[in-house]
């Protein structure tokens, strides 16, 4: 009985959140059945289960979600972001669209830059680029979360994005894990996504298929959507409903200042992880006060936290006098923060009260079983968890959660670095989460005006399939040789 609790109280919550539902009131609803079927006692489970580890990871990861909210809208306001999209479109030139597309939306999110708000500034660009050059106009999907939502998400060592942050205190590791693994798995995603886009846009020209009917205001209706606000909060972690709170820059920075905060998220976080935070005297950090933890347990959230507070404190230096309103742009921004970081906390009090649960001991100890090693079963798991989830943060933060203890203790055994562990986790989350419920993956498709039916099979082919080949290749490589 307790097993089928949990299955009616996932289905019920993917089915309802798929429609548009609140994942604030399913969450807590879905652990309730699942608690019932197994006997326990209803409220204690939501107030002391649900309820505390929800608030565990708002007070670990909320700084994050804000500053990283914060970032990405001053970086929009600014022009910031336009002047780094519209200088790719002008190098590389409409012979090179998709190019063009996928590497603006790599670099602003490897800086930083919630992939949200990459996506509402870089699509209208790039539809206007897709249509001067020719390319289907529902290839442009594909393209952008090729950019935004793998390798620069989950494999590019150093990137600040929140699904990289997650593990970091599970594991004791930096945001640099695992560097030579996860560069080469981002050539990998990169690589292999570039030429099935290349690939569908030839054989596109060889049937005649041009650019298509242009989808005018997709952008605005999209922000204006509150079904695609309630499915793209759970994740990533920014609201759409933020995007047209505040005004935009009529012009953006020169390129060089654009870049600027950019390359200085990247530069802080790699001295604080191996420079800065390596050199401090900690030991406070035993004491009650502070929580009896260790550097190695907030070392890596304290490197991304300072690098995007010097990113912010950079933009806004270099930008002051052009935004139009700077106090509504960091209003918007803190905003945009607060019901995704309380959305996925949801998802996360959900995955407590199941793995409470006595029925969850045969879930975990199949996983644990899995052929292949730690390795494999941690790549399922996340990948698992993601998918039933729609959220790569979310399942990710549920698996290690419930399993964390369990694979540091195996890594301790079987002589695998945590490091590994830590990308094939990160990896592992940003696979099978783009599945069509995803919120990132709505939210995407409306932002271009494309449907499931026009653009999803490439998606799946940029966006899982490449991560699945790259993951699969850190797998082998990681357990023939080891993390470097």
């Known amino acids: 009985m307790g097993l089928l609790g949990i299955l009616l109280g996932l289905a019920g919550l993917i089915f309802f959140a798929y429609r548009g539902s609140s994942i604030l ?18 409220l204690a489970s939501w107030t002391q289960t649900f309820m505390s580890n929800a608030a565990d990871f708002i007070a670990q990861f909320f700084p994050l979600f804000l500053l990283g909210a914060l970032f990405g809208k001053l970086m929009e306001d600014s022009g910031s972001v336009t002047s780094i999209a519209n200088y790719m479109v002008t190098k590389l030139g409409a012979e090179r669209a998709i190019l063009a597309v996928v590497l603006a939306g790599a670099i602003v999110t490897y800086g930083g830059v919630s992939l949200f708000v990459a996506f509402f500034v870089i699509a209208p660009m790039g539809m206007a680029l897709f249509s001067q ?50 560069i080469i798995a981002s050539v990998i995603m990169l690589g292999f996504g570039m030429w099935w886009l290349k690939r569908a846009e030839t054989k596109a020209r060889i049937k005649g298929e041009g650019f298509g009917v242009i989808a005018a205001d997709a952008t605005d209706q999209a922000a204006d959507d509150p079904i695609v606000r309630e499915r793209a909060t759970t994740a990533r972690e920014f609201d759409p409903a933020e995007i047209r709170k505040s005004t935009e820059a009529p012009a953006g920075p020169p390129i060089g200042l654009a870049f600027l905060p950019l390359a200085m998220v990247i530069a802080v976080n790699l001295l604080m992880s191996f420079v800065v935070l390596p050199r401090m005297d900690v030991a406070f950090l035993a004491e009650p006060q502070w929580g009896a933890t260790s550097l190695s347990a907030v070392g890596g959230l304290w490197s991304v936290m300072v690098a995007l507070l010097v990113g912010i404190v950079t933009v806004i230096a270099i930008n002051f006098r052009s935004v139009p309103a700077l106090r ?27 793995a409470s649960l006595p029925a969850f001991a045969v879930v975990r100890d199949w996983v644990l079983s899995i ?50 562990m830590h990308r094939v986790a990160v990896i592992g989350a940003g696979t099978l989460d783009s599945l069509p419920h995803n919120g990132a993956v709505v939210t995407l498709l409306a932002v271009c005006g494309c449907t499931h039916r026009e653009s999803y099979v490439d998606i799946v082919m940029a966006a899982i399939v490449s ?13 023939l040789v080891g993390s470097f």
């Open 25 to 42: 009131v399913l969450a807590p609803i879905a652990g309730l059945i699942a608690a019932a079927f197994a006997g326990y006692p209803l």
């Open 133 to 182: 050059a020719g390319v289907p106009r529902r290839l442009m999907p594909a393209a952008i979360a090729l950019g935004t939502s793998t390798f620069t998400m989950s494999a590019m060592p150093g990137t600040p994005a929140i699904q990289n942050a997650i593990p970091m205190p599970f594991f004791g590791t930096t945001p640099f894990a695992a560097p030579g693994l996860g």
């Open 467 to 479: 991560a699945l080949i790259a993951l699969a290749a850190v797998i082998v490589l990681g357990s």
């Open 371 to 420: 052929d292949g090693g730690p390795l494999v079963s941690l790549a399922v798991a996340t990948n698992i968890l993601a998918a039933l989830t729609g959220s790569a943060s979310g399942g990710l933060t549920i698996a290690l959660d419930a399993l964390g203890p369990t694979y540091m203790k195996l890594a301790a055994e079987t002589g695998i670095s945590p490091d590994l």
């Open 328 to 354: 509504a742009t960091m209003t918007a921004g803190a905003n945009a923060s607060v019901l995704p970081i309380v959305s996925v906390a949801s998802l996360v009090g959900f995955g407590a009260v199941v």
